[in-house]
């Protein structure tokens, strides 16, 4: 018999899990053996979609939306994109400059795929969401991370950009509010960095705005509406955190027009449009007041500051007050080189896998996100869960 080598593709092979995915599953495998988790692992809303919008999705349905759809998303979609941005964020994007797709995740594929060559270099502010640099890399840039810790609340200073550019930087990427800290930057802060890139005009930035309503501060900021960045900025956001409508898919970016019109050449070879019942539905999401939604985001609000009353009493865990998010990002690292219950903790992902196996709660490692001396825990759970959750890790540290 022929006997099959392993031929995946280097590319695949190099290509970290998902942390945060694979996580979740492994919490799902445990609970399936009957243990009893608390998954804090995956950041998704609890909540059900309101019911304004799954009556969007079922009328679409009726009304037969089940043909391919402009590879670039509905001529309306996009409108409602466009009117969301002026109205959320003063930002003016034509429908030429908007680009739907399935899921921010695919958003933020199709920029790096279509802005990146071999060896470029893309700034990563660490911790950052635990994707980005996987797909820098798929794209062959390279993620350069600039470390930040909780002294200075997680976000980069325009001295350390300034420090981290060279001749090979393109590209600059962020999520304000972010994952995973929940640091929100200001004006005067993005300002700065601003200040910084308006002296290096070939860099481009991705500002991930995801979690753009579930800010405690007050008012969003975006980077694209500071003077001399809304030519060389591509806005990325979506529904999934804001709508809780994680797994309906739906993304999309507002940028220069030429880079919509690469998204789009690069989307139409290897997707299409994003789901039609889908855009449907997010028309409904995004004409609707932030009113609507505001009941989510002040749940959130008041489980941030349980779970930060809670995780402030557990000895050893030093913390930073997120303003947006649902995720806290404890520096742990006082626990390196302790044995607990017999495990030795040498690092974030000890310590993860240790609270997984002996408290029973699921967290994700701060390493993924580029900070071994964190981890992440969401607190998009209900306030039983978070109680319960805190009490084990409290019992077990
Ligand atoms: N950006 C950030 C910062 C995120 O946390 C997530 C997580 N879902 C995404 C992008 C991707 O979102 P989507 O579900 O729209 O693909
Ligand atoms: N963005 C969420 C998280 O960070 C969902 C998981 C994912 O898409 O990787 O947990």
Same mark, same amino acid.
């Given at each position: 018999m022929?006997?099959i080598?392993?031929?995946l593709?280097e590319?695949i092979t190099?290509m970290?899990? %998902?942390a945060? *995915?694979?996580?979740a599953?492994?919490a799902r495998?445990?609970?399936g053996?009957?243990?009893?988790i608390i998954g804090l692992? *995956?950041g998704e809303p ?8 799954k009556?969007?999705?079922?009328k ?6 089940s043909?391919y %759809?402009?590879v670039?998303?509905?001529a309306d ?5 466009s ?9 003016e994007?034509?429908?030429?400059q908007i ?5 921010a ?11 990146l060559?071999?060896?470029d270099?893309?700034?990563l ?8 640099s996987?797909?820098v890399k798929?794209? =062959?840039?390279v993620p350069? =991370? ?6 200075s609340?997680?976000?980069m200073?325009p001295?350390q950009?300034e ?5 090979? !930087?393109?590209?600059?990427?962020f999520?304000?509010p972010c994952?995973?800290s929940?640091s929100v ?5 993005l300002?700065?960095l601003?200040?910084? *890139?308006?002296?290096?005009p070939d860099?481009?930035v991705?500002s991930?705005?995801?979690y753009?309503h579930?800010?405690f501060r007050?008012?969003h900021? %975006?980077?694209a509406?500071i003077?001399?960045?809304?030519e060389?900025t591509?806005?990325?956001n ?8 994680t797994?309906?898919?739906i993304g999309?970016?507002?940028a ?7 998204c789009t050449?690069f989307q139409?070879q290897i997707t ?11 028309i409904a999401?995004?004409e609707?007041?932030? %009113?609507k939604?505001?009941?989510?985001i002040?749940e959130f609000h008041?489980?941030?500051d *349980? ?7 557990v000895?050893g865990?030093?913390?930073?007050v997120?303003e947006?998010?649902f995720y ?7 626990f390196?080189?302790?044995?607990l219950n017999? !495990? !030795?903790?040498?690092?974030a992902s000890?310590?993860a896998i240790y609270l997984l196996?002996?408290?029973?709660v ?6 993924a996100?580029g900070?071994?001396n964190?981890?992440?825990i969401s607190?998009a759970?209900?306030e ?7 009490a084990?890790?409290k019992a077990?540290v």
């Amino acid at each position: 018999m022929v006997e099959i080598k392993n031929m995946l593709s280097e590319r695949i092979t190099n290509m970290a899990t %998902s942390a945060t *995915l694979a996580m979740a599953a492994k919490a799902r495998e445990l609970r399936g053996q009957g243990k009893d988790i608390i998954g804090l692992s *995956l950041g998704e809303p609890d909540f059900d979609i309101p019911d304004f919008i799954k009556e969007a999705a079922k009328k679409a349905i009726d009304d037969n939306y089940s043909s391919y %759809s402009p590879v670039d998303g509905y001529a309306d979609l996009k409108q409602a994109i466009s009117n969301k941005f002026k109205r959320d964020n003063h930002l003016e994007y034509g429908l030429n400059q908007i680009v739907v797709s399935t899921g921010a995740k695919q958003s933020l594929a199709n920029v790096a795929m279509v802005m990146l060559n071999k060896g470029d270099e893309v700034i990563l502010p660490a911790p950052y969401w635990v994707s980005y640099s996987d797909i820098v890399k798929l794209a =062959e840039g390279v993620p350069v =991370e600039v470390p930040t810790d909780i002294e200075s609340d997680f976000k980069m200073t325009p001295g350390q950009l300034e420090k981290a550019i060279t001749p090979k !930087t393109r590209m600059l990427w962020f999520s304000s509010p972010c994952n995973p800290s929940g640091s929100v930057y200001s004006k005067e802060e993005l300002q700065g960095l601003a200040a910084v *890139l308006r002296n290096h005009p070939d860099i481009f930035v991705v500002s991930d705005e995801i979690y753009e309503h579930i800010n405690f501060r007050g008012r969003h900021e %975006s980077i694209a509406g500071i003077d001399g960045m809304y030519e060389r900025t591509i806005t990325v956001n979506g529904v999934s955190k804001a709508f809780a409508m994680t797994g309906w898919r739906i993304g999309y970016i507002g940028a220069p027009d030429w880079i919509a019109k690469a998204c789009t050449k690069f989307q139409g070879q290897i997707t299409s449009g994003a789901n039609a019942i889908a855009q449907r539905a997010t028309i409904a999401a995004l004409e609707a007041p932030v %009113s609507k939604i505001k009941y989510m985001i002040d749940e959130f609000h008041k489980r941030r500051d *349980l779970i930060l009353s809670l995780l402030g009493e557990v000895e050893g865990f030093q913390l930073n007050v997120p303003e947006g998010a649902f995720y806290v990002f404890p520096d742990i690292s006082n626990f390196f080189g302790r044995t607990l219950n017999g !495990t !030795t903790i040498n690092n974030a992902s000890d310590f993860a896998i240790y609270l997984l196996e002996h408290a029973n709660v699921a967290t994700v490692t701060g390493e993924a996100f580029g900070n071994p001396n964190c981890i992440r825990i969401s607190y998009a759970a209900s306030e039983k869960e978070i109680r319960e959750a805190v009490a084990r890790i409290k019992a077990v540290v």
